[in-house]
């Protein structure tokens, strides 16, 4: 059973942010990394999003798990990305320059080096962010300023059962293995696969049953208080914006424009050193 | 259509909650490298069977996400679309299969079936891969292929675990409102 990220309250101005401050932020600074494959723009992203990090005073051993999958992640994709396409880097770059040869079909090229370097930034411009995101923002502060979006309460109020309601089902799915694991049903690996099929559905059963019923209660008990009457309700743990929202919001439109300009000046969103290269040799 | 109501409401958070916390179990298949069995996409086809289009559009979209933030720290935004896509598609023919009125039998499974085959076939094979190629310009044919694999992965999962779970689901309801009236 692997770990989740949670949220760990302190106090720095990136906690005291609203939390949809922090979305508009993370959605827009993980679009702009997703779009451009302007090498200069994505070292830029690295090193403040660094910085970003070590000024949320967020700890090491809080995501040392989840770091460790995704860097194992992010190896596999680069090397399927080599084995499946080794010339990827040179179609895109429209030069090729070996640098060794491997076996076969498989070459070395500097362009897929570079392309596959851009790759690998591309996913260290958006981790720490997205890490920060996730243990910074209060996951009931966060869905009650989601009204401020304009969103429905409605969804706002979905999204806040979801965050709500994770610990609960966390701990009822240990209760249900330990309890099916003493009446001897393993869902480990040491069982063969059909058998371990088998004992999984004794554990995810009732707990999807469980919730399911648990679904019945909670509609029950929101429709008996009202729920949806209005159009507007209120939210116990909404905070208000503040200047420091507005310039964070106002930092990161600036930048995103920006960073779009720059990627696709020259008509593509690729930086391309290779043709610069070739100009001055 | 079935109105957006509070039933739908706690529906996505719940269901979205499950889907996360799911989201940890898998068993890899080892007869078919790089595809597992993951229970969660059971419980979205299962969810969507029942609830609909909106529930299910909606837990795919929700969960996925937030899933993916929560294990990762990062979302992979071009297989997140297809799981919302696969949760409307699903949830098309839900007044059709039942489940709650406790008439899920075999006319019912072959179309879920079908449906879930035909839905898990546009998610994966055609929407995924071109959002990889589009978002993330990645190799063709390394996506295809990955997109394959998820493919097979889901229909064997929903075929076994989703089958298995509305089954059972519509015998529990049945069995929860078969009363009858003594005169």
């Known amino acids: ?281 | 259509m079935k109105k957006f109501t509070i039933r739908s409401v706690v529906a996505i958070g719940i269901g979205t909650a499950l889907y996360i916390v799911l989201s940890l179990v898998s068993i890899p298949l080892a007869f078919i490298p790089n595809t597992a069995i993951q229970p969660r996409a059971a419980l979205l086809a299962l969810l969507a069977a029942i609830f609909g289009p909106i529930v299910g559009g909606a837990v795919g979209l929700l969960g996925h996400i937030l899933a993916d933030a929560f294990q990762y720290g990062g979302v992979w935004w071009s297989w997140v679309f297809p799981d919302a896509v696969f949760g409307i598609l699903a949830g098309i023919f839900a007044s059709k299969y039942q489940i709650e009125k406790g008439g899920f039998a075999t006319k019912q499974i072959v179309l879920f079936n079908a449906v879930q085959i035909v839905a898990n076939a546009l998610a994966w094979i055609v929407l995924a891969p071109i959002l990889d190629i589009v978002i993330y310009a990645e190799p063709a044919n390394k996506v295809f292929t990955q997109g394959a694999f998820a493919f097979l992965g889901n229909i064997i999962t929903i075929g076994i675990l989703g089958t298995l779970l509305a089954v059972a689901y519509t015998k529990v309801k049945a069995s929860s409102s078969s009363l009858d009236r003594e005169d």
């Open chain 1, 1 to 281: 059973m692997g770990r989740l990220l949670t949220y760990s309250d302190k106090n720095t101005w990136i906690h005291r942010l609203c939390g949809v401050t922090k979305m508009v932020f993370f959605i827009l600074w993980s679009i702009v990394g997703m779009i451009t494959y302007d090498t200069r723009i994505l070292l830029f992203m690295f090193v403040s999003s660094l910085l970003l990090f070590a000024m949320s005073k967020t700890e090491y051993h809080q995501v040392a798990t989840v770091l460790k999958v995704i860097l194992f992640f992010l190896l596999i994709n680069v090397v399927a990305i080599f084995f499946f396409s080794p010339y990827q880097g040179t179609k895109i770059y429209g030069t090729r320059s070996d640098l060794l040869h491997l076996a076969g079909y498989y070459t070395f090229t500097k362009e897929q080096l570079f392309y596959e370097l851009n790759i690998i930034l591309k996913y260290f411009t958006v981790i720490p962010v997205a890490l920060m995101f996730i243990v910074t923002t209060n996951p009931s502060e966060f869905a009650a300023s989601l009204s401020k979006l304009g969103v429905k309460y409605s969804i706002g109020y979905s999204i806040a059962i979801a965050l709500r309601y994770i610990p609960d089902i966390q701990k009822n799915f240990q209760e249900i293995k330990t309890a099916q694991e003493a009446r001897g049903i393993d869902m480990s690996k040491n069982v063969k696969l059909i058998p371990r099929i088998k004992n999984i559905i004794a554990i995810i059963f009732p707990l999807i049953f469980s919730s399911l019923e648990r679904i019945d209660t909670i509609s029950n008990a929101m429709e008996l208080r009202g729920f949806g009457k209005h159009k507007k309700r209120t939210w116990y743990s909404e905070r208000a914006f503040q200047l420091s929202d507005y310039i964070t919001i106002a930092f990161i439109l600036l930048f995103s424009i920006l960073a779009m300009v720059i990627t696709f000046y020259d008509g593509s969103r690729f930086y391309n050193p290779f043709i610069i290269l070739s100009f001055i040799l």
